[in-house]
């Protein structure tokens, strides 16, 4: 199972990188696994600031719809765009080109609450 090492993560299955106060997000490889086929990514919440562990978004696969939870606070500035047309790179490649969201963090501090890799490895049973 992959668990990049330069990445955070969530107990819900999102992963977090960050550059400056800017974060990219993504769901991991476990949690498109387990999903499925994923068939459609919606995000209503560009341009609206969310606390920490919000609902920014659905991600939803051939069986069921997932709620996707903000890692840290802050302003949902980016969609991936490329998701409303391809939606299945999530399960392809949701490290790089499957990532879903780009948030300005209001709260840096929050960084330090989210799971390393090992944190995130042992949670899944890697």
């Known amino acids: 199972m ?4 330069n990445l955070k993560y969530t107990k819900d299955h999102e992963w977090i990188s960050i ?9 991991t490889h476990f949690a498109q696994s387990e999903l499925g086929d994923i068939v459609y990514v919606e995000v209503e919440t560009l341009d609206q600031t ?4 919000e609902v920014f978004g659905t991600v939803e696969a051939v069986k069921t ?3 996707l939870f903000l890692p ?4 949902i500035i980016e969609f991936n765009e490329d998701l409303e047309r391809n939606p299945e790179v999530v ?5 790089g080109k499957g990532w879903m969201i780009k948030i300005k963090v209001s709260d840096l501090s929050q960084w330090d609450e989210l799971l390393d890799s090992e944190s995130y490895a042992k949670l899944i049973g890697a």
């Open 91 to 95: 399960n392809s490649d949701p490290y």
């Open 2 to 5: 992959m668990v990049p090492n």
């Open 65 to 67: 719809v997932s709620d």
């Open 50 to 53: 969310l606390e920490k562990d």
């Open 72 to 75: 840290l606070a802050g302003e």
């Open 19 to 27: 550059d400056g106060d800017v974060a990219t997000v993504g769901i």
